[in-house]
């Protein structure tokens, strides 16, 4: 279990003082599941059923009317302690509309939002561009090794679980354009758990237009370092910094009466030191998801996502550097409650170049906000 | 210069009106009587330390990727400008009101979306009642209830348009925005059209409320705070003030 971090402290201090606010709020979850039995990375459990659980704890905490501090904790099966979100946002500095946050949170890269978390997330898993490891790690990494990792999950993946990373960020809307620039110590692709692993910060930046009501497009870019300065001799003598990810997307969101559209388009290149010389590997990924509302309390679900890796020689052969994988999922919901919600979803994962894996799923997942 | 067959049609005319007279008279004073056959209740509700307004944490902490809805990043103290007069609601209940069928208004009571806040917070309607929707924030809202009285969903929609539903079954409906979880309000459902929904200064009066024992509640905010047994005679005003 990590320590409670400074703000968690603060946030408990302020709720002793009678003068502040602190609101807390949160979220357990369930799950049942069954995955086919074999090796792939999308199997859980080795393929036999099981059972898991997960609680997502949200602390508000207001200093005055324009500075508050945020946290987000979370426990899941292996009961160790996570802290996602912990952050200092100053809002309207100096009456100039501009805001500011510092601390660890979610970077301005895609448009997951709160549909990370399990009441708000339509299906079960998250779409494969979060969620999928490539066979690219954030190490040095030989030709022979990269062939090999192919399909093993041990990677990094296109954006890292929607990217808690610790940076700092300002932003603020022109209008109905929403503009967002940071700087993070990781990647969108390999997000820092701690303190910076090389000398370049991340950077970023996103922008968002709502032309109507229920619609935003929006695009971002990213560019950073992603190897760490942890001794690993480069080839020919280079230094960290050398090696960049730089990556751009497009989303949107679109919703009307009971319908609720969902997608993103992901492109990412990283420049990758391989033993007799720079390799330029990219993956283009997307993810597309709907969802209906029948009648109330009743609605289903669906998302196709899809990863699509660029060739590199692999001793005179042109190779993919990670299979190509698509996904489909589908699923039901029915609220039970205002706050309480039933999934049942079965998803289906199809690996391409390669003698496709069962591993496909099917789980019930049951999801309470407090 | 009015000639001797228009004068002769006037003077019929006007013995018309006074046969028509006459023959609505007994009606007029069965109608003057069953007004008088009623009774009145009033009193004064008064509720300590009730703000005006109310305050509450809004922050939404995934907002830094998109237009921000509610303008402003930390929304740290929404203050919704809810009167007392939108929170309470004073109602009589009674075994004579059972077997009874009332008939709904026809103009539809009105639940408002704005500024992120239903207004007004509870709505007493009589069974059978439409109550309209209209969103006044530019934002989307979708209004929704999983109450056993009435379930229904009415989806996302912009700025000035509205939905409509038809309340059939009398209880306590349950409203809540899908997408914006401060807000709620409450739609009672009664069986009689004896209620009223006080004025800012508390004050209320329910006339012409048939002879009889009722039970008289006092509804604030989410629930009824108080209930009191009263007798109304014809003709007499009945004097029930609430504390809370």
Redesign the interface.
């Known amino acids: 279990m990590k320590k409670p971090p400074l703000i968690l402290v603060m946030l408990i201090a302020l709720g002793l003082n009678a003068d502040s ?1 602190v ?1 807390w709020s949160g979220q357990v979850s369930a799950f049942g599941l069954k995955s086919d039995r074999s090796p792939a990375q999308r199997v859980l459990n080795g393929g036999d059923p099981t059972l898991g659980w997960r609680l997502d704890l ?1 602390l ?1 905490g ?1 200093v ?5 501090a ?1 946290a ?1 904790v979370r426990v899941s099966g292996n009961e160790y302690l996570y802290f996602d ?1 912990v952050a200092l ?1 100053f ?2 500095i100096a009456g100039l509309g501009i ?1 500011f ?1 510092i601390g660890k ?2 970077m ?1 890269f ?2 997951l ?2 549909r990370r978390f399990p009441t708000e997330n339509f299906l079960f898993g998250l779409p494969l561009i979060y969620e999928y490891r490539t066979s690219l790690p954030n190490t040095v990494i030989t030709r022979a090794d990269l062939l090999n990792n192919r399909g093993r999950g041990i990677g990094m993946r296109l954006i890292d679980l929607g990217v808690y990373d610790i940076g700092a ?1 300002v ?3 022109l209008g ?3 503009y ?1 620039l940071a700087v993070s110590n990781g990647t969108i692709s390999s997000a820092s758990g701690g303190q910076n692993d090389n000398k370049d910060f991340s950077k970023i930046v ?1 922008l ?3 032309p109507m ?2 619609l ?1 497009l ?1 695009a971002a870019g990213a560019m950073g370092a992603y190897l760490p300065n942890d001794g690993t001799p480069i080839p020919r003598t280079k230094a960290p910094e050398d090696y960049l990810q730089k990556i751009g997307e497009v989303d949107l ?1 679109f ?5 609720l559209l969902n997608g993103e388009v992901v492109y990412s290149e990283w420049m990758v030191p391989l033993e007799n010389q720079d390799a330029r590997l990219s993956v283009m990924g997307y993810y597309g998801e709907a969802k209906y ?1 029948w ?3 009743f609605f289903t679900a669906a998302r196709v996502s899809g990863l699509r890796f660029s060739q590199l020689d692999f001793s005179g052969v042109q190779r993919r550097w990670d299979y190509d994988v698509f996904e489909i999922e589908g699923g039901i919901g029915v ?1 039970l ?2 706050n309480a919600l039933v999934k049942v979803v079965r998803r289906h994962t199809k690996t391409l170049g390669t003698t496709d894996p069962h591993d496909d799923l099917t789980a019930i997942q049951f999801a309470v906000a407090f | 210069m009015t000639s001797l067959t228009d004068n002769r049609l006037m003077t019929r005319s006007w013995r018309i009106v006074l046969l028509g007279c006459l023959l609505m008279a007994p009606v007029s004073a069965l109608c003057a009587q069953g007004l008088k056959s009623g009774g009145e209740v009033k009193g004064k509700v008064v509720v300590a330390g009730a703000a005006d307004t109310e305050r509450y ?1 809004s ?1 939404d ?2 907002g ?5 809805v509610t303008g ?3 929304s ?2 929404h203050v919704s400008a809810v009167r007392l007069s939108e929170k309470v609601v004073v109602f009589l209940e009674g075994k004579s009101f059972k077997a009874r069928r009332f008939t709904p208004p026809l103009v539809h009571p009105v639940l408002d979306q704005k500024d992120l806040t239903f207004h007004p917070q509870v709505l007493p309607i009589v069974v059978g009642t439409t109550v309209d929707f209209p969103n006044r924030d ?3 809202h979708n209004v ?3 109450s056993q009285p009435r ?3 009415l ?5 000035g348009e509205s939905r409509s539903v038809q309340f059939d079954e009398t209880g306590i409906v ?1 409203v ?1 925005c899908d997408i914006h979880a401060q807000m709620n309000a409450t739609i009672l459902v009664l069986d009689n059209p004896y209620f009223v929904m006080p004025t800012d200064d508390g004050t209320y009066s329910i006339k012409d409320v048939p002879e009889g024992s009722y039970t008289i509640k006092f509804w604030y905010g989410r629930e009824v705070v108080e209930s009191r047994e009263i007798s109304v005679k014809n003709g007499e005003v009945v004097t029930v003030n609430f504390t809370h």
């Open positions: 606010q609101q949200f508000d207001r005055t009317d324009d500075i508050v945020l987000n979100y946002r809002a309207d805001n946050q949170f979610d301005p895609g448009n939002d709160e960020m932003f603020g809307d109905d354009l929403h967002a996103r968002a237009y709502t009501m229920g935003t929006a969101e919703s009307r009466g009971h319908f509302t009648f109330p309390r609220h409650d205002r | 944490m922050i902490r995934y830094t990727h998109r237009p921000s402003s990043q930390t740290t103290a530019n934002l989307f929704f209830s999983y379930e229904f969903d989806g996302r929609y912009p700025i349950r809540y």
